[in-house]
């Protein structure tokens, strides 16, 4: 009967009976009962079968246990074109369809000439419940510039594998086929997950494609490290695992975050100084800068403009901020200077408390006589200088006490004797791995108009304790002015 019932359909209707029986795992004679059971159930009021993507319970099993839940995206469906690129990755790409349909996304799919090689458009066309696209010259859809509704009909275009044939393509606006052309045609947001041989991947040529397309204003996730399809090759070239690229689609698509410091200038130093004793030695401390430069980032995602000025550390400054680099804490407190007003200063460098009162013109010799002298002499003190400003002090600054012993005694002397506002104190004794490490354990100190507040943070990451500080920053920010 379900055969019969199916040959009499028109193709139009056998086609989408088809799509609808591979996405649910079924046979299309399966497909037809469930279809009729529905239709019965739903005259005489009973839940009609889910598919099996929408089934109350997911699947048993390692996969499900492994994945777990995953938010949908932010729109109630947003629409994706996935163009997938000709690489062994290619594979990998039709576990992306599966990864953001997951995530509630409609997706369909784009095969290159290439690509058409490793993975086939019924196999594109099953995962995604989509018709999949190939030809730039397909009479079906070019009759309405089928390209140009792939491009504009969606929320954003993922390129997986982006191969470096691909990404040259797209860097130098070539539109010789489908994939090239609904990326030169469209104004959507643009995410590669390049794949290709490690030495690929370093050939120059490809470095000067890749910094193109950053310039673009196209998103990248990966390559990452690890052993490649040719036998004996590893390094960085594979794609990133679909769960990640769907990871940032996701995180791509999502409404924009609060933006609490808008409008708001914060001074931040970070880093240490170097103080010269002759041309080719100098007094340093052990400071990497990572702190200070994670308090940036967070500014600037905050909304706020950031000035950062650094001290000689071996750090990219983070996207959004004007930084200044200085070698000494002259250097610095004139930077800072240079850079007032601002609404926030945080001092977050580690400057060195002196230097030699004399620096040789030439490199100081050992001789007979042992080492010589060093006279040292005191530094300025840039906290205690901006914070007892009579005209253009910021109205919040705060400073940073490193200590190895008596943390919060220290840290309590320091805010009054500097005449700050706050003081985040750490302990860097050797054994905590804070100076130069990732993760950090502060104490927060707000001095009020009689008293001292103390906010005990849990060990976080330095990143995870410059997010927490600028949300803290924000919250008193907003309290001021309300």
Known sequence: MANLTIRKLDDALKAELRQRAAGNGRSMEDEVRVILRDAVHQRHGFAPSLPQDQGASPKAGPDAASHGHHEAFPSPQARI??????????YKAMDLIRRLKERSA???????????????????????????????????????AGHIRLARDCDLIVVAPATADLMAKIAGGHADDLATAILLATNRPILLAPAMNPLMWKNPATRRNVDQLRRDGVTMVGPNAGEMAERGEAGTGRMAEPIEIAAAAQALLAPPPPRPLR????????????????PVRY??????????????????????????????VDLRAPAGVTLTRVESARDMLAAVQAALPADIAIFAAA????????????????????????????????LATIARLADGRPPLVIGFAAETENLLDNARAKL????????????????????????NTVHLLMKSADAIAVESWPVMTKDEVAS???????????LHES
């Not at 401390?285 to 308090?295: F, L, P, T, V």
């Not at 009054?416 to 993760?439: E, F, H, L, Q």
Request: charged fraction near 20%; proline fraction near 6%.
């Open 106 to 144: 409609e997706v369909r799919v784009v095969l290159t000439k290439a690509a058409q090689q490793f993975v086939t458009p019924l196999t594109a066309s099953a995962l995604s419940h989509q018709r999949c696209y190939t030809d730039l010259f397909d009479p079906q859809s070019e009759f309405d």
């Open 283 to 312: 007094i340093a401390n052990r400071s990497s800068g990572k702190q200070g430069y994670a308090i940036a980032a967070a500014a600037v995602q905050a909304g706020a403009e950031v000035v950062l000025i650094s001290g000689p």
């Open 81 to 90: 074109t996935l163009i997938v690129g000709g690489g062994i990755a290619a």
């Open 351 to 382: 400057v060195a408390d002196w230097r030699v009162a004399s620096e040789g013109g030439q490199k100081i010799k050992k001789g007979a006589g042992g080492p010589p002298p060093l006279q040292l002499t005191e530094n300025p003190d840039i």
């Open 468 to 478: 927490a500080l600028v949300a803290r920053i924000a919250q008193a920010t907003e």
């Open 263 to 278: 409008g708001k200038r914060v001074l931040i130093t970070a880093g240490p100084t170097h103080e010269p004793i002759d």
């Open 416 to 439: 009054a004797r500097k005449g700050c506002d706050w003081i985040v104190a750490n302990d860097v004794s050797p054994a905590t791995g804070v100076m130069g490490g990732d993760r």
